[in-house]
Every structure is written in structure tokens, then in C-alpha cells.
């Protein structure tokens, strides 16, 4: 989870972490009326393009998409066989594009920083007894362990196609499956260690 933190400062992580993820949500909800090709792929554009500015420690992270070209090519499939396939190559850009700009926040955003922006939003549970910190862990949680699954992914792939000579596909459903159910005990471990989720009062 912290090893998709970018440790090199660049100046995406200056900017305040709730100004980035309103930036995301708003940036979501105007892409998605949109179903131009040129649009979607000049998001697309653009969006590679703060990659590179972000440096090559950045770009290298471009390549945690590769495990969704399967979801890709069948919805591009499907789109070619209902004869729209401009509408299919839009639709696709613009889901490339809101991923990689996901990422990109959550490489350039510290945990503590995403639940201090999301913690305010979530202050109306006290009124029914739940910590807003409590769910804002996991609602940080959550986004930061995206990219990680995605990276886990890769990983299985890679070592798969390197014993086996051939990419691994559904083979790897079962081990990334145990590799999720570790990961995800591992990490409640080590919550219980620090003396669990967090509550509304903060140390």
C-alpha cells in the first residue's frame, strides 16, 4: 500500500489532498456526459501528459493499467459488434483517463492527509454514534489499495508468464484471491497493533 506512495516530492503533492480528490469527483461527473472521441482523447492526452511532468518514477506507474486490457478489449468487443466502435475507443479513453488520474492522486496524497479531507464530510455520523475517522480509514483505505490490487495483479502476471512462458489469465484468479485475503490480514494486523481503528478523537 505505501510502496505506490511516491517518495520523490513533486508539486502534486503540495497541492492540499481535498482539493484533489474534489478535483477527481468533479472532473468524473463532467467527463462522463461526454461521448466525443477527440474530447475523451485529449483527456487522455492531458492526463498522460501530468504523468510526465510528474516525472519517471510517475510514468513508470502507467503500466498498473495493463492487468484491465482484457476488461477493455471485451468492452471494445462489444462495442465493435453493436457497430459503434468510435463510441467504444471514447467510452475506453475516458475510463483510462479516470483511473490513471485516481492513481495519480493516491501515488502524490499521504493516508493521514486523504482522512483529514475526508473526516469533515463524514462528521454527521456522530449523530448516530460512528466515528467519522473510523469509516474515513477505510474510506482512505480503499482508494489507496486500488492501485495496489492493481500492482498485485501485475506481479502474479509477471511471475506467472515467467515460469510458464505464456500470460496466465483466469490461472490467476485463485492466487490473487489468497494474495488479497493475506493482504488484507496482514493489514488488519497491523491496525490491531496500533490499537485498531482509529476514534472520533484524534492522538
Given at each position: ?52 511532468a510528474l516525472g ?43 483511473v490513471l488520474l ?29 466515528s467519522p475517522r ?70
Amino acid at each position: 500500500m505505501i510502496s505506490l506512495y511516491l517518495p520523490e516530492r513533486t508539486w502534486l503533492h503540495g497541492l492540499p489532498a481535498g482539493g484533489k480528490l474534489l478535483a477527481l469527483a468533479l472532473l468524473s461527473l463532467a467527463a462522463g456526459p461526454f461521448d466525443s472521441l477527440p474530447v475523451m482523447a485529449g483527456l487522455l492526452a492531458v492526463t498522460l501528459a501530468l504523468y510526465v511532468a510528474l516525472g519517471r518514477a510517475a510514468l513508470r506507474q502507467v503500466a498498473l493499467v495493463r492487468p484491465m486490457w482484457p476488461i477493455f478489449a471485451i468492452l471494445l468487443a462489444f462495442h465493435a459488434w453493436n457497430g459503434d466502435i468510435v463510441f467504444g475507443l471514447a467510452v475506453l479513453a475516458r475510463l483510462l483517463a479516470m483511473v490513471l488520474l485516481a492513481n495519480a492522486v493516491t501515488m502524490t496524497t499521504r493516508m493521514d492527509d486523504m482522512m483529514d479531507a475526508v473526516e469533515p464530510i463524514l462528521s454527521p455520523l456522530r449523530l448516530v454514534g460512528v466515528s467519522p475517522r473510523a469509516v474515513a480509514l477505510a474510506v482512505a483505505m480503499m482508494i489507496r489499495f486500488v492501485p495496489l490490487l492493481f500492482a498485485l495483479w501485475e506481479a502474479l502476471g509477471e511471475s506467472y508468464r515467467a515460469r510458464a512462458g505464456r500470460r496466465g489469465g483466469w490461472r490467476l484468479l485463485a492466487p490473487f484471491c489468497i494474495q488479497t485475503l493475506r493482504l488484507s490480514h496482514h493489514t488488519a494486523e497491523a491496525l490491531a497493533a496500533r490499537g485498531g481503528a482509529p476514534g472520533g478523537t484524534r492522538r
